[in-house]
């Protein structure tokens, strides 16, 4: 094998400081180049190097700037099969966002009624228009969380999609229907509280006699028995132009953090992902 000696640039994020609360900063994350040297005597024997073209920025990356080991750790997201009769009342937080949009239109694809949440009357209208949700509503226009499942859901709630946690869990147990199960994906309303200024959920109460089943799940625990069924899935709804998807690109690695920032305010919408070239 010849010498190679060239090196080149690459640049790469850092924790300064961890960031216990609030949505991190500059003041915690700095961005920094270093120069690689891609001669063979530099890459170790079984190695190899890689030059990374798109960065996926995914809300569990807060969880990693906290300082402390957290309950979350993984990265996309299949809706439990055996979860979604047609006919089922399927509600979904965070809808429009990466997880969201597949999920509500895996659930619309099985024959459920599926409504959701987001942030802001564009995403309302996306997931009506272009995702084939049945209804939604911006949950910063509600005062009352109660009052809109009631509006939105006069039948119960079958299957919650739970990605935000919080007030909307706790306003989701008070409309859950018998046997109601609540995989439990994220709850981005927390990740940035202080872990011991958390909200509790004061109702939990309410799944003893409804037999409400709650359980969180990782996806990399379903990766190795689930992964190519759903690959199959996805391919053939893909090329009948049954499933649609929105991105929100930002370019080039310095607006990591503000693409980070952007699943914090709901200015994203989909799925968040840094082009590198
Ligand atoms: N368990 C797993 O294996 C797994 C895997 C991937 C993702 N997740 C979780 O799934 C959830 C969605 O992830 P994603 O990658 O698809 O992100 P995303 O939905 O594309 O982005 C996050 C969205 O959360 C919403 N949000 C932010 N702050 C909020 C708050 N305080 N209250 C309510 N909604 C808020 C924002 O949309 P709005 O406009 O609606 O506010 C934002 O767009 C996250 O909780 C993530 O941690 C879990």
Redesign the pocket.
């Known amino acids: 094998m010849g010498r190679e000696t060239s090196t080149v640039e690459s640049k790469e994020w850092f924790m300064a400081a961890y960031a216990p609360q609030g949505v991190p900063t500059s003041d915690h994350l700095k961005l920094r180049t270093l120069t690689l040297s891609l001669g063979d005597d530099h890459i170790p024997d079984g190695h190899l190097a890689v030059e990374i073209l798109w960065i996926s920025v ?3 990356l807060r969880v990693k700037m906290t300082g402390r080991k957290d309950g ?1 750790d ?4 299949q809706l439990d099969q055996e979860s979604q009769k047609a006919g089922s009342n399927v509600f979904i ?8 949009m597949v999920a509500g239109q895996l659930a619309k694809l099985k024959g459920c009624r599926v409504i959701g ?4 009357d564009d ?1 309302i209208k996306l997931l009506k228009e272009e995702f084939g949700y049945d209804d939604a509503f911006n ?1 910063n226009k509600e005062t009352d969380f109660d009052a809109a499942l009631s509006k939105y859901f006069p039948e119960g709630i079958d299957l919650y999609l739970d ?2 946690g ?1 007030s ?1 869990l706790e306003a989701v147990l008070n409309h859950v229907n018998n046997h109601a199960r609540i995989p439990l ?5 927390q990740y940035n509280k202080d872990c011991t200024k958390r909200d509790g959920i004061r109702n939990l109460f309410n799944m003893i006699g409804k037999e409400v089943r709650m359980e969180g ?4 625990s379903h990766l190795m028995n689930h992964f190519p069924d759903f690959v199959n899935e996805m391919e053939g709804y893909l090329s009948q132009d049954k499933m649609h998807f929105k991105h929100k690109i930002f370019n080039g690695i310095d607006r990591f953090l503000e693409g980070f920032a952007s ?2 305010s ?1 200015s ?1 919408i ?3 992902i840094i082009q590198l070239k």
């Open positions: 995914d809300p569990y979350l993984m990265p996309p997201f937080s965070a809808a429009a966002g990466g997880v969201g949440s987001a942030g802001s995403k949950y990605n935000v919080g909307m994906c994220g709850m981005i309303s799940f990782m996806i990399g699943m914090f709901s994203n989909g799925k968040v």
